[in-house]
């Protein structure tokens, strides 16, 4: 991850103090990956499972950085180079500082499904009214926080800062970086079970971050039993599929499929098929709408959304529908994407193509089971994995389908198998690179 410095006196005044040294070169940019550095970046040299960037100390410098925050100093290099007992701690402290210099919105949204997502739509909403800042991609951990935060400027108007955990204390921890004044939580789900247990568990710890706002907003879904019943201390503005709510919304879905969104009196068209997008735009229109942007411009500023790659992408290669839906993978949203898939115009076969979902706990075998329990009325379903077989199994029998080891014999079996007018859904877990048998399928 690299990010941009772009006041550079101001960041040397918070180094030197932070640290008690002086930068001999500024810095306008940070690093903690030699293979993006750039000349006169900060680079951090992060121990890893699997990489120590102090290995990569002289590569940095031969590309120019400008300092590197080290455990430990190669002494033969000419390099400014600060010693200190842990480099990762050092960002979040400097990242703690830099926030303390602005007074503007800073919203973090956090849940189980649909952060990334809600967050980009979040930014493109309000693009037009402010000056944006942001997360990039899905940085959402300490480092990526911390890394994120730097990257703030005083242009800047708002900042939407997506955090994740997937373990106890972690939305407290990222809530003392981001000191934020509006948070949303989008949903709780049975998504990390392996790192905390149970749904319980899971709900207290989002539930960190309108604990947090004991001077801010907290942006409450109604329509979620378990996020409705948080204890928070700050101001609340409701909003969900249902009618007690400061937002209440509903869903219309028009005859060829498309949802049209009801959100407090006010029609708003998606042209969306994806149930997820329309609960997605129901939280991000909320907090739009209370930072002032108005109806007229939401509307237009909905139908203008693409989603990011690999969230409900649609494209189409020789007459073939292809829904890449292959960024993660959770029952809650793998439950939706099928039905999405239902959704689509009836002409041509609906294919759905499943890989592994992971971080399950206990509950993997149940709910790979209810993924397959959900597939009647597909015409084919391909699974991928080893605990999809559960899924394979609980499909029934009438549907034709079949099992795969290795993405080598899934990709031949589905070129074989295509044809134009098919409608096909990849979905499963980071960690099984769907994406891969979508490009080793139709090349590209």
Known sequence: MRI???????????????????????ITGISIDSRNVKENDLFVAIQGTQFDGHSFIKDVHELGVSCAIVKKADKDLDLQQVIVKDPISVIILLAEKWREQFKIPVICITGSNGKT????????????????????????????????????????????LEIGASAPNEIQNLCE?????????????????????????????????????????????QADSLISKIEFSGKKISYGLTPNCDFPADIYQEKNGDMTLILDTQELPTFSKNLSFLKNSIAASAIAVTLGVGWKELKNRLKSFTPP???CNIRQVNDITIIDDTYNANLESTLSSIHYLKAISKSGRKI?????????????????????????????????????????KAIRKNIPKKHFSSKEELIISLKKTIKAGD?????GSRGMAMEKVIKGTFQI
């Open 352 to 392: 759905f193509v499943f890989g592994d979902m992971y971080e399950l706990g206990t509950s993997t075998n149940e709910q790979h089971k209810q993924v397959g329990e959900k597939c009647s009325d597909l015409d084919l379903v391909y699974t991928l994995g080893i605990h999809s077989k559960i899924t394979s």
């Open 4 to 26: 941009e410095i772009k006041e550079t006196e101001n960041f040397s005044v918070l180094f030197e103090s932070v640290m008690v040294e002086k930068l001999n070169r500024p």
């Open 177 to 221: 970086i981001a000191k934020p004044t509006h948070g949303m939580i989008t949903n709780i789900s049975s998504a990390h079970l392996e790192g905390f247990g149970s749904i319980d568990t899971i709900a207290f710890e989002k539930g960190a971050l309108f604990r947090y706002l004991l001077d801010g907003v907290s942006f409450v879904n």
């Open 423 to 427: 409608k096909i859904l990849f979905k």
């Open 309 to 311: 790659e690999g969230r």
């Open 117 to 160: 997502s809600t967050k980009e739509l979040l930014v493109h909403l309000l693009f037009n009214k402010f000056k944006v800042h942001s997360t990039t991609g899905n940085h959402n951990t300490q480092i990526g926080l911390s890394m994120t935060i730097l990257s703030m400027s005083t242009r800047d108007e708002v900042s939407i």
